[in-house]
């Protein structure tokens, strides 16, 4: 960070942000940003990425850093660039800049922590700041989802917070969801050019780079679709394949968008991948048509297994009633993630409270084999970013699981399915802005249909 600008929008939210959490909390507020973890050695670190929550409320990326908020007021603790540090790594803004850079009351070094006490926490990620956090409040620091007491008030008081955007975190969002487009056409393009999957990854995350942007997520670009989060770009890409890509770009602000599409490597679709990729789409389509101000989440998710169970029944693939196949989760043979989750300053928001975030007060995650990994199980609200991501997977650890075989032997027409070899996975997520009438799609302007993807893949 070589230069600070004030930003007036920023500020103004930044300044709105803390008003509202003064008014949910009734004790100080202690939050750090973390620091960065060696890779090897202690002078080559993994990127650093400053917790969220701090970043929420600080609104800059500054390392080794905490704020205490307490009646709308914030004062930052960081200490000023050692006197070596420029011949690495350039001038620093001094600590008074910054605290004007994010409108902040008072600066001090980070010794001055050493005074505060009885104050709310949310724990960070990395071990070395945890302890710090530990050493000043003079008693344990629980993980953020085992957390009671003021720090519990506190991460439920952020996570009303977080639920909704602010114009300045949408702009942020839009921003990213721009550059993930253009990251993603950049991917469709070298696609009949590129020989493994590693030449499609690297011509997208240079449009991410390219924009002072960093991938908010490890990208997911694979033929093995059926691997959820395959992190491998190694492979081949052969003319009958799919290529299941999910990438997203954090913008510098740290508010992320997160879009998948997945195309034929020859540029059209076979027969049976455009017939299950038709299914996923319709269950898209469906979802985020059905978005409006007080529908649950999880009727979203039903919305998108009944969807599928139809398409799959008319393709001979599933047998029986589409509401009994669902009801004992045949559909999460091939259908086994949730279909969505939130998204903000985090890729998956706020995931680190566990399911404080994703859940309703009162709502637990249920057993069930379809609705297990369902992250999101709220209300939709005006203001709510979310993401609609349905899909179709041939798992083998799913599918070869001989007590899964014996239980749904019936309703299950494996010779069909069996016709459908060549699609291994398929995934079209897209991020949704929920609006006081309706939706908007934030990345809408990246095609879903079946013909668009192709005329792109084709040139």
């Known amino acids: ?12 939210a930044l300044q709105t942000r803390r008003t509202k959490l003064a008014a949910l909390v009734n004790v100080p507020v202690l939050l750090w940003s973390g620091s960065s973890s060696p890779r090897n050695f202690r002078a080559n670190t993994f ?100 957390s009671q007491g003021f720090d519990l008030a506190l991460a439920r008081a952020i996570v009303s917070l ?38 499609v990854r690297a011509a997208m995350e240079s449009v991410i780079i390219a924009n002072n942007m ?47 599409r997945t195309w034929a490597v020859a540029g059209k679709f076979s027969p049976t991948q455009r017939a299950i990729y038709d299914v996923v789409l319709a269950a898209h389509d469906a979802c985020i048509a059905a978005i409006r101000p007080g529908v649950e989440y999880r009727e979203l998710h039903l919305l998108a297994a009944r969807t599928i169970a139809t398409g799959l029944v008319d393709l001979g693939i599933l047998r029986g009633q589409v509401d009994d196949l669902v009801e004992q989760d045949a559909h999460a043979l091939f259908f086994p993630h949730g279909v969505g989750h939130l998204l903000g300053l985090d890729v998956h928001d706020m995931e680190d409270l566990g399911d404080l975030a994703g859940y309703e007060t009162g709502r637990v995650r249920s057993d069930r084999f379809g609705l297990n990994y369902l992250r999101l199980d709220r209300p939709l609200q ?29 309703v299950v027409d494996w010779d069909r399915l069996a016709q459908f070899a060549d699609v291994r996975g398929i995934r079209i997520e897209d991020d949704v802005l929920v609006t006081a009438t309706g939706s908007e799609v934030l990345t809408a302007a990246l095609p879903t249909k079946a013909e668009a993807i192709e005329q792109l893949i084709q040139g």
């Open 1 to 12: 960070m070589q230069t600070l600008d004030r930003n007036p929008s920023l500020i103004a």
């Open 47 to 146: 990127p650093f990425r400053a917790s969220s929550h701090f970043l929420y409320f600080a609104g800059l990326p500054l390392e080794n850093a905490a704020i205490r908020l307490d009646g709308g007021k914030l004062v930052l603790f960081i200490d000023e660039a050692s006197p070596g540090s420029a011949l690495w790594h350039g001038e620093s803004p001094t600590r008074d800049e910054i605290a004007a850079a994010i409108s902040a009351h008072d600066a001090y070094p980070l010794a001055e922590l050493a005074s505060q006490s009885e104050m709310a926490t949310i724990a960070v990620q990395d071990a070395t700041t945890r302890s710090h956090q530990a050493r000043v409040l003079k008693r344990a620091i629980a993980s953020a989802d085992d």
């Open 162 to 199: 977080r639920l909704t955007h602010d114009e300045f975190a949408l702009a942020e969002l839009r921003k990213a969801a721009t550059v993930s487009i253009a990251a993603h056409q950049a991917g469709m393009a070298v696609t009949p050019y590129a020989r493994t999957e590693a030449a």
């Open 214 to 260: 960093t991938c908010a997520y490890t990208s997911i670009v694979t033929v093995h679709g059926e691997v959820l989060h395959n992190n491998q770009y190694h492979h081949p890409m052969q003319p009958g394949d799919l290529l299941l890509v999910d990438v997203g770009a954090e913008a510098a602000s740290g508010w992320a968008s997160d879009i998948t």
């Open 382 to 410: 005006a203001g709510m970013v979310v993401t609609i991501e349905p899909g179709f997977y041939q798992v083998p650890a799913i599918l070869q699981d001989p007590e899964r075989q014996s239980r749904y032997q019936a």
